[in-house]
């Protein structure tokens, strides 16, 4: 049986699908679905609820209110880019949209995880800790770093003939427009991937993979991509509720690059405790500074506009 309160803001196909794998899991005590759409709401809750018959998981629409008081705030709903406008003009809208959010919510009780599940995932993350009364450390964000980071530890898996994807420590960092991979710290059951001839042979095909934006993709073949999305924030809910540390690819405000910008990071039920260090080769480090001055840059022009 779970325990604590998960309050879900958006009751759309990944905040339901998040909700839905929460009660097969029998994760959390009481989940809250809020969305300012009553009949969507209402429907998800009906939906939800019958899958969570027999589970002891308590199911139900919640006000703003009431979901500022839970242990772990979620963040789903977004704003749809359109057709003809520019990256700035849609993370303004999105900005906006957050802080209508976030101001419902108030008073938000000081002990509260808040996850930012939706893009442009930086530039929100980094909005909240600027604006909302909560330390830095108990709000961050879920981007296509973590996905990256676990189909690049597969493809290592993989393409090394290893027995388990998690024998492999590799991290994918930096942001969705320019992903970082740690190749030159990466193992394979303890062994450098770069000794490993068929893994440095195709390397560049990995890069190809990850540079590719499967999300875009899996929108244009059905609308939205939130499956694999929805199974990482499940983790995150399960690691920022457990005593024990886990580390995780997060966006998060890294305090040597004044920003916000996706790395790994030891998560616990206190928040992010801090960086997980990892040696990187100089082309690497210069990636990184590179996805650094770009995440700079696109925050900066948020508070300008």
Known sequence: MGHGK?????????GSTVAYSLILRRMVAEILLVDINTDILQGQILDLSGAALGTHTIVRAGT???????????????????QHESQLQWAMRSR???????????????????IVGIDPVDILTRHLQTTVNLPVKQIFGAGCSALNTT?????????????????VQLYVMGTRDLPVIGWYSGLVDGLSVSAIPQLTFHRPLLERILAADRIKEIKEYKGGAWYGHSAFLVKLIRAAMSKEATIHVLSTYIERFNTCISMPVILTKDGVKQEVPVPLSPEEQGLLTTAVHQAKKDFDETMIS
């Open 6 to 14: 998960v309050a879900i803001i958006g009751a759309g196909s990944l």
């Open 64 to 82: 703003f209110k009431e979901a500022g008081q839970a242990d772990i705030i979620l963040i789903t709903a977004d704003v749809l880019k359109h």
């Open 96 to 114: 906006q949209l957050l802080d209508s959010i976030t101001h419902a919510l108030l008073p938000i009780q000081p002990r509260a995880i808040l």
């Open 151 to 167: 189909r690049a530890r597969h493809w290592v898996a993989q393409m090394s003939e290893a027995t388990t994807d998690s024998s």
